[in-house]
């Protein structure tokens, strides 16, 4: 009888592991990302004065190890197995052979289910995209975001555009994809975590880290806590990348309260305010209220970059291209005529279609 | 011969002590308390090594100085250090019990949890007034309260069915201003020392993002104008000339006696937001009679006509001393939401004679924006993201009634640490002089759970007695 228990446990266990990890291991490792177990005074608080403190705290507790691949699986395995184990206690005295047999028809309903669902597929298949742009890995982006999935499901088209961008690929592949106008690289009605999400992307890409970190910050207070694992971590990134390390070292020093990274901040220094006399701060501050304002419309955004003397290749793909989905020709060879081109670089075909086709009209000031 | 092999290793193992290294400074501490002047019966500052280091604290008090000596170990070190005593003076001067405050994330545009709570200062002890669970995760803001009197306060409570919140022990009503006399919105309220009047700014305000890593965000106003709530008669007024489009005036602040209204206006400039580095607020006074609620429109005048400064400064948040004499109020490059301007400061207005001068005491090279004095004016306490930029913290100082204050102090925590791991700012730290009640419960009644096609309009009002909605 114990025998067949532990079996059937056994069993359970091997079938969730196998389930989620050849089904959903992405959108198990990016629930990690959103949640957050700190042991700091205000995060219990907020726990505490929350419905189901203690549930909540062991799922965040649990849900922390989902950083690591397999890990999710294993916990769920884990947990479905000893569901099993004392409900099959509970169910001793009808005999565990028909308790045992539900259990697992249930279950294997239940994975069936999870395998042939559209939405299930379309979420892991968000998500891995997801967590690859989390780490640049625009080649991997590119091999769940194709232009066929990109048709499948729009959402995807955003991060197959950054990706080609950032891969320097965007003028030669853009027109495989469905793309039809330039809300396409970065849609305005985005207001989502998961939108914000992208935008954060977008911008740390761009080189505008400020916009990146106000991106991460409205995905966060979507979240309880208002924050997240992969919030913090974005935020300490950010901010070194902005030059702040004193707002690094703080959201480090958040995320050395949890359990998973104890090491976090050691590397940051801890220097102080950044010695600036009362006039520099004047002048900065100054400069500031002239420099380009970011807006919820990304082609405004790229075309104020470059308007205020910004200039890099990606910029530049973004601007042309922009401008070919939007069929102004002129104002293209005009742009592209700008732009600094290095000597012997072929140009790609979709510009020299574009600048042929419109030849034959006289140049304009 | 045992026992002399064993006095042998006595004598060995217990050789004279090492003398300790002394530096001569003071230990790095963070908070940084060193030479700071707190009130009699403040919670017991809590500091550690800015390295990290293990410390041990030796307190003595001499008179009216407690001094601190620090010994510290670093990691791993056997041998510790031993600083140079510091002191910490301690002030007669009573301050009010209570702070209260809004804990919200610095963030952006929209936020999780906020509230406004309350700290009782000769303890750690922080508890919540009223948090934004209460309506629906809308905003909670501009707290205020008559002289710091605890059973009396208002808010404003923002989104679906928001309005301003007006409590008066048990009673607490809703109103919104929009609906009333010149259909306005109300914010930055002051209370009339009298408690029969409320000034208001109302402002259309507006935020616009920037590349510029120095100033990501500037909060502005496309208009703003200074209406009167006469809580007698539940009238609100907008004097015309505190109403004109070409003008905008904002941060109402009364004179104790209140006979005056401060308040900040500029020149409207176009187009916002790319006009808004021209955008310079200079400090008004306008006589008001409290007999008859209105103001003196003759007496309308500039209170600083100019400044020794390189540049034209911004004035906001004009908060006078309870015995007049003093007007402190921040200053800034540009426009009118210093606290995410680095270089804001606070400054002192005499109104004596005039004179004006920049707090050095006071500043950092950081944010320094939001201030409010103790009821007697020994002590203010002001809003500064000094520690890192970006997260407001609280510091208290010691004003010795001509014009001077003492070295501030971080807003005691039991663990320093605290300061670094909350990820809320504090904003408008007000002085209360009694613990205010928690009146999360009779705001909650207020704002009915979110429905679809909720109609958010009316006054409500709910009272102990009747316990139930009336609309008024």
């Known amino acids: 009888m114990r025998h067949k228990r532990f079996l059937f446990a056994f069993a359970t266990f091997a079938i969730i592991v196998l389930a989620c990890q050849l089904c959903i291991p992405y959108t198990l490792m990016q629930q990690e990302s959103y949640a957050l177990f700190l042991t700091t005074s205000d995060y219990l608080r907020e726990t505490f004065a929350a419905p189901w403190p203690m549930a909540h705290l062991a799922g965040n507790f649990l849900l922390q190890f989902f950083h690591f691949p397999w890990a999710g699986p294993l916990i769920l395995g884990l947990l479905g197995a000893m569901a099993y184990l004392l409900l099959s206690l509970f169910f001793r005295q009808k005999g565990i052979l028909p308790f045992s047999l539900t259990f697992t028809i249930l279950l294997l309903s239940a994975v069936i289910v999870m395998a042939s669902s559209h939405r299930v597929r379309e979420v892991e298949r968000y998500s891995a995209v997801e967590y690859a742009a989390s780490r640049h890995d625009w080649p991997r982006v590119l091999r769940r975001a194709t232009p066929e999935a990109t048709r499948d499901d729009r959402q995807l088209l955003p991060y197959a555009l950054l990706a080609l961008t950032e891969s320097g690929q965007l003028p030669d592949r853009m027109m495989r994809y469905p793309v039809r106008t330039v809300d396409d690289f970065c849609p305005e009605s985005w207001s989502d975590r998961r939108g914000l999400a992208f935008k954060a992307c977008l911008y740390e890409c761009m080189g505008i880290p400020g916009e990146a970190i106000h991106n991460t910050f409205q995905a966060a207070t979507a979240l309880p806590h208002g924050s997240s694992f992969g919030t913090l971590r974005a935020l300490v990134r950010l901010n070194r990348l902005k030059g702040d390390e004193r707002l690094a070292h703080k959201y480090a020093t958040i995320l050395s309260h949890s359990t998973l990274h104890k090491g976090w901040g050691k590397d940051i220094p801890l220097n102080e305010a950044p010695e600036q006399s009362a006039s520099d701060r004047l002048s900065a501050i100054l400069n500031s209220s002239q420099a380009p304002l970011i807006t919820p419309t990304y082609y405004y955004n790229v075309t104020s970059l470059i308007a205020h003397g910004a200039y890099s290749k990606t910029l530049a793909d973004r601007s042309l291209c922009g401008l070919l989905l939007q069929g102004d020709l002129v104002r293209f060879r005009q742009m592209y005529a700008l732009f600094p081109h290095a000597e012997g670089e072929p140009v790609p075909a979709l510009y020299r279609d574009a600048l042929s086709s419109v030849s034959h009209l006289p140049a304009t000031p | ?472």
Not at chain 2, 167 to 174: F, M, Y
Not at chain 2, 210 to 230: F, G, H, K, N
Not at chain 2, 355 to 374: A, F, K, Q, V
Request: proline share 8%.
């Open chain 2, 1 to 472: 011969m045992l026992v002399l092999l064993l006095l042998l290793l006595l004598f060995v193992g217990c050789g004279a002590p090492s003398a300790m290294p002394e530096s001569g400074d003071y230990p790095p501490v963070f908070p940084d308390y060193v030479g700071v002047t707190v009130p009699e019966g403040m919670a017991p500052l809590t500091f550690q090594m800015t390295d990290g280091s293990r410390q041990r604290i030796h307190t003595t008090r001499v008179g009216d100085t407690l001094w601190y000596e620090v010994t510290a170990w670093q990691k791993g070190a056997r041998q510790g250090v031993r600083y140079k005593p510091f002191p910490v003076y301690i002030s007669h001067d009573p301050i009010d019990p209570y702070i209260a405050y809004r804990l919200i994330e610095p963030g952006y545009e929209s936020w999780y949890d906020m509230g406004i709570y309350q700290r009782r200062l000769s303890s750690y002890v922080e508890t919540p007034i009223v948090t934004n669970a209460a309506n629906n995760r809308g905003c909670v803001n501009c707290h205020t309260f008559p002289s710091g009197n605890p059973s009396q306060m208002l808010f404003h409570a923002r989104g679906a069915g928001g309005g301003t919140v007006f409590i008066h022990d048990d009673n607490v009503r809703l109103i919104n201003l929009r609906e009333h006399g010149p259909l306005k919105q109300g914010t930055y309220p002051t209370w009339h020392p009298s408690g029969r009047y409320v000034a208001f700014a109302s402002c259309q305000t507006h935020q616009c993002f920037s590349v510029a890593d120095s100033q990501p965000i500037e909060v502005y106003d496309t208009a703003s104008d200074i209406i009167l709530m006469d809580l007698e008669t539940g009238g609100i007024t907008a004097p015309p000339f505190l109403n004109t489009a070409e003008v905008w005036e904002t941060f109402p602040s009364w004179s104790p006696d209140g006979r005056t209204l401060y308040y900040c206006a500029a020149d409207s400039v176009q187009p916002m937001p790319e006009a808004r580095g021209r955008l310079h607020y200079r400090l008004m006074a306008v006589d008001f009679d409290p007999a008859t609620g209105t103001f003196i429109q003759e007496t309308n005048r500039q209170i600083i006509k100019t400044t020794e400064t390189k540049f034209e400064p911004s004035f906001s948040f004009p908060r006078v001393s309870p015995d007049g004499r003093y007007m402190l109020f921040t200053a800034s490059a540009y426009a009118t939401f210093p606290i995410w301007h680095k270089e804001a400061d606070l400054w002192l207005l005499d109104l004596a004679d005039g004179t004006i001068r920049p707090c050095d005491e006071l500043n950092s090279p950081d944010t320094e924006s939001y201030h409010s004095w103790s009821s007697n004016g020994s002590w203010i306490v002001f809003s500064s993201r000094r520690i890192d930029g970006r997260y407001t913290r609280l510091y208290i100082a010691h004003h010795d009634g001509n014009g001077h204050f003492a070295k501030p102090f971080l807003l005691p925590q039991k663990y320093p640490a605290h300061n670094t791991l909350r990820l809320k700012s504090y904003n408008i730290p007000e002085f209360v002089c009694g613990e205010v009640p928690h009146h999360q419960k009779a705001v909650r009644k207020l704002f009915p759970a979110k429905a679809k096609g909720d109609k958010p309009v009316a006054d409500r009002q709910q009272t102990p007695a009747s316990k139930e909605w009336i609309i008024n």
